[in-house]
């Protein structure tokens, strides 16, 4: 089977041609802003990325892919990663005292939902399934340190996007890390379980 890779970065042409857009915008309703307003916006922290906010969000609206850029402190505990979350918890604690760690400090977490076709009648996929999708997609699961400082970083990311990762032991059992929100209550879940994940969820991974 063919996997597909994640594609790499925007092109400069992409870059110059999203550039060249939003000047011919901003001229072309260059009288809806006044100079001295527009200077202080000029001024403010962070307006580039600002900016590029929106056009990211718009690109994930676009596809099943989304991207997210992480720092993690691995001298936490397990339980200290997951209260830095600021979530309701429902965990095993002996199940939290075993996640993996992972290895790098920084990098990419890639989140994706799996092909349609690999759900069943009830939309449902279950833990082997996933990890085939995972292969597919050419990456492998996210350790639950980076997913956690996902949704530490932004809380609110799991409120449209129910995420999670999984992880087997030595004896083949999976286990998993879930973030979502019922109601008012974010929530993290972290349990063995060997049920099925229906299709709201994204999963979390790691490029190979």
Not at 11 to 34: N, P, W
Not at 37 to 46: F, H, P, S
Request: negative net charge.
């Amino acid at each position: 089977m063919t996997k597909i890779m994640i594609a790499s970065g925007m092109s400069d042409g992409q870059i110059e041609t999203a550039v060249e857009q939003l000047r011919a915008a901003m001229r072309k309703h260059r009288d809806e802003v006044q100079k001295d307003v527009a200077q202080q916006v000029l001024g403010a922290d962070n307006l580039g990325m600002r900016m590029f906010i929106v056009f990211r969000e718009l690109a994930e609206t676009m596809s099943n892919i989304i991207v997210r850029h992480v720092k993690v402190d691995r001298t936490k505990t397990p339980q200290e990663v997951l209260n830095a979350t600021v979530r309701k918890q429902y965990t095993t604690q002996g199940v939290v005292d075993a996640m993996p760690r992972g290895k790098e400090d920084e990098g990419e977490v890639v989140f994706f939902k799996p092909r349609p076709e690999s759900y069943d009648r009830n939309g449902c996929i279950s833990d082997d399934s996933l990890e085939k999708e995972f292969e597919f997609h050419g990456l492998k699961p996210c350790d639950p340190y980076k997913l956690s400082q996902v949704n530490a970083d932004d809380s609110a990311f799991a409120d449209e996007h129910p995420n999670a990762t999984h992880w087997k032991d030595e004896n083949g059992k999976w286990y998993y890390a879930a973030f979502h929100r019922w109601g008012d209550e974010r929530y993290v879940l972290v349990y063995r379980d060997d049920g099925d994940w229906h299709g709201r969820w994204w999963f979390a991974g790691l490029r190979k």
